[in-house]
């Protein structure tokens, strides 16, 4: 039996929601740091945090497995990228310290759960049907 992995729209994706939450978590806290940062660090956090669900939704919309696989790739490594800038506020006291923890915390189980989805589309027979 072929498994399918049907959505309405990428909006029903259960990681596209967390990631979704990722973002807007990112851009509070990033309202917090200093204005000097904001063409640097909080414009670079802020890009890796949206390309998180925009490449999620936009593999969704793709017409085939491979390119729904390629770019969850790409959002996995967007959540690497938040995490890694998270540390580097962190290491320079930007933002409040429980609101970074919490976005890290939301980025490891975005990746974790992204990894799960790329497993399950790894599976023989799996086929991606979309009804937008």
């Given at each position: 039996?072929?498994?399918?992995?049907?959505?309405?729209?990428?909006?029903?994706?259960v990681?596209?929601?967390?990631?979704?939450q990722?973002?807007?978590a990112?851009?509070?806290?990033?309202?917090?740091?200093?204005?000097?940062?904001?063409?640097r660090?909080?414009?670079?956090?802020?890009?890796?945090a949206?390309?998180?669900p925009?490449n999620?939704?936009?593999?969704?919309?793709r017409?085939?497995?491979?390119?729904?696989?390629?770019?969850?790739?790409i959002?996995?490594?967007?959540s690497?990228?938040?995490?890694t800038?998270?540390?580097?506020?962190?290491?320079?006291s930007f933002?409040?310290?429980?609101s970074i923890?919490?976005?890290e915390?939301?980025?490891?189980?975005?990746?974790?759960?992204?990894?799960?989805l790329?497993?399950?589309?790894?599976?023989?027979?799996?086929?991606l049907?979309t009804?937008n």
């Open positions: 039996m072929r498994e399918k992995l049907k959505a309405l729209s990428f909006r029903d994706l990681v596209w929601q967390r990631a979704m990722l973002a807007v990112v851009y509070r806290l990033t309202r917090g740091f200093p204005r000097e940062e904001q063409y660090l909080i414009n670079q956090v802020r890009r890796s949206v390309s998180v925009s999620i939704d936009e593999g969704q919309g017409l085939n497995v491979g390119e729904f696989k390629h770019f969850l790739g959002a996995r490594g967007s690497f990228e938040v995490q800038q998270l540390e580097i506020a962190r290491a320079l933002g409040d310290a429980a923890d919490e976005a915390k939301m980025s490891h189980e975005v990746g974790k759960m992204i990894y799960g790329l497993a399950s589309i790894g599976r023989e027979g799996f086929s049907t009804e």
